[in-house]
T-cell receptor, first 113, second 114 residues
């Protein structure tokens, strides 16, 4: 079955560490996105990518980095520069055709300990 | 820039009650509009969508009509069930540049009691 897979589901990070969240899709979608979700604030866009080796900052990119070396993969690194990283992170993918929806993974809950 | 505004929540209803969740948007051009649903601890699932003015999206008893004149896309259901308890997000996807990225409202928590 086609879909989008995020791993791990739960992740714990110590202060000062970098961590990488995985996102893989087999939907043959060109566009991929990372969102952060905090209680009561909806979803905020971190980074997005339309093609391999190209990506753009979203609304809250500071303290995060991404890569897009393969069409199906779009990992997100939460760096030690991110001051408040505890959140629920959602990856999504979509066709770039107009009117099409985005498909979401199950999310990764990151907690700083 | 684009923006989506949803009605304040949370919303609490009894089973079989009528549901309306208001959604208005600001966007240039002719965006596509979506409602997504999120169950606890999970990702978002598409509930319904509409891609042009006057289109009505529908799924699982939920409906929403794309009203360009009022820039609205209100979600309705005639008779809610306990299993409809979730967070509902209104979203738009612009028809122009910026890779067609989705812009979300803040979400509305719905709780349905038996």
């Amino acid at each position: 079955d086609g879909g989008i897979t995020q791993s791990p589901k739960y992740l714990f990070r110590k202060e000062g560490q970098n961590v990488t969240l995985s996102c893989e899709q087999n939907l043959n979608h060109d566009a991929m996105y990372w969102y952060r979700q905090d209680p009561g604030q909806g979803l905020r866009l971190i980074y997005y990518s339309q093609i391999v080796n190209d990506f753009q900052k979203g609304d809250i990119a500071e303290g995060y980095s991404v890569s897009r070396e393969k069409k199906e993969s779009f990992p997100l690194t939460v760096t030690s520069a991110q001051k408040n990283p505890t959140a629920f992170y959602l990856c999504a993918s979509s066709s770039i055709a107009g009117g099409t929806e985005a498909f979401f993974g199950q999310g990764t809950r990151l907690t700083v300990v | 820039g684009n923006s989506v505004t949803q009605m304040e929540g949370p919303v609490t209803l009894s089973e079989e009650a009528f549901l309306t969740i208001n959604c208005t948007y600001t966007a240039t051009g002719y965006p596509s509009l979506f409602w997504y649903v999120q169950y606890p601890g999970e990702g978002l699932q598409l509930l319904l969508k509409a891609t042009k003015a006057d289109d009505k999206g529908s799924n699982k008893g939920f409906e929403a009509t794309y009203r360009k004149e009022t820039t609205s896309f209100h979600l309705e259901k005639g008779s809610v069930q306990v299993s409809d308890s979730a967070v509902y997000f209104c979203a738009l996807r612009s028809s122009g540049t910026s890779y067609g990225k989705l812009t979300f409202g803040q979400g509305t928590i719905l709780t349905v009691h038996p």
